[in-house]
């Protein structure tokens, strides 16, 4: 019935999160309110673990996207589940660090990392540092010299590839702003100044080609262009490089129909890519990364409001209006993205109409959701937005001097606090 298995409907036509009744939730901690179930994230992180072993024997990591979402009680989680970490700034790696995440384990990415961002990678001895620029692999082997180390790093490559997907989350081809392009040689020439570096251990390439993505070709495509390309480095530089990592950007389902595949079934024609490329390159296989974000955090995750005031305009559409919006889930402001949607405490009723989600910012395009069906939706029902654990609390902004929600962590039967929702003091902090 619902996007998620982890979500069902209770005795009381009541939709639950994680075994836990979402109006009860929304009643204890208030609204609006972020919602993640334990389990769900759990699950997501052994199916990749398990896909590793099998198709690579182990020979690979898989590293949480934290920009996904990023707060310590997950950083301990994909910890736990022997994850490891990719971060793209110093606040995500400062959360990291000090949640107790192996900074070895950690993957630092960015197109633009600053003097102080690349520091604090060499401090904390952050394993994998993935250049994109050539600016970067200069000023990151001067201050690797000035520190007295000698980081890992792999180099961001566009492999030339179409993801089809949506343009703003569209990364791999030539016009993009992230990493190295093949075809004008860019990539060789980095790949030459990285191995001669005096500071640096160059340890590997990597790619993302964007993301929600449901296609497998994409990905086998770009896998047997970087093999090429690994393959390339050798033959031209003779530098045998011993990892590859091919990124995230598996799809998830928003709505019934996104159709995203078996995790096994992007895998295997994955890994027979790679390992075809190997074979005919005579390359040996390479220790493989991957970074899934959205598929790890994305479904274990529901954001519940309060419905206020339903406005019904005759013959145009109706507006429901709910105490969250764009502050925090910007995602359908910026690219129309879709949900799916519940009335928490209507959970067992069949919708009556459709209907427009309005957000509660000063913006007309503060929206949540058009043409959604839903029951009769009256003031004070808890309307619950579906698969959303993935950018929306790390995509929220205090806009409108809005207060980010709180963020609670349901599993085992019970559920907590993990990131404590902010005050009128806390919007005020910083103000001078
Ligand atoms: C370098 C890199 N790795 C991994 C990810 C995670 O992608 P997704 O959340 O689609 O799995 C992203 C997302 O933007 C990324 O830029």
Known sequence: MFVSEALGVNSLGHLTVGGRDAVQLAQSYGT??????????????????????????GRGL???????????????????E??????????????????????????????????EELTMALEYGVGRIVVDNITELHLLDQLARAAGSRPGVLLRIKPGVDAHTHDFVRTGQIDSKFGFALETGEAMEAARE??????????????????QIFDTEPFQHAAQVMVGFLADVKRELGVELGELNLGGGFGIRYTPDNDPAPLDAYMEPVAAAIGAACRRTGMATPFIILEPGRSIAGPAGVTLYRVGGVKKIPGVRTYVSVDGGMFDNP??????????FVIANKAALSPAGTVTVAGKCCETGD???????????????????????????????????????????VGGGEDRIIVRGETLEDLVRCDV
């Not at 606040?91 to 990415?109: C, D, Q, S």
């Open 194 to 211: 990285a191995a001669a570096a005096g500071h640096l251990t160059f340890l590997g390439i990597h790619c993302h080609i964007g993301s």
């Open 32 to 57: 609006p309110l972020y919602v993640m179930d334990e389990g769900q994230i759990r699950r997501a992180c052994r199916l990749y673990r398990r896909s590793i072993d099998r198709y690579y024997g």
């Open 331 to 340: 995602r359908y402001a910026l690219y129309q993205s879709r949900y799916s």
């Open 82 to 115: 022997g994850l490891g970490l990719d971060v793209v700034s110093a606040g995500e790696l400062y959360t990291a660090v000090t949640a107790g995440f192996p900074a070895e384990k950690i993957i630092f990415h960015g197109n633009n990392k600053t003097m």
């Open 367 to 409: 929206l949540l959701g058009e043409d959604i069906p839903l029951p009769q939706a009256e003031p004070g029902d808890i309307l619950a937005v579906l698969a959303t654990g993935a950018y929306n609390y790390s995509m929220a902004s205090n806009y409108n001097r809005n207060r980010r929600p709180p963020v609670v962590l």
């Open 62 to 80: 898989v590293a949480y996207a934290s920009k996904a979402f990023c707060c310590k009680e997950i950083c301990r989680i994909a910890n736990e």
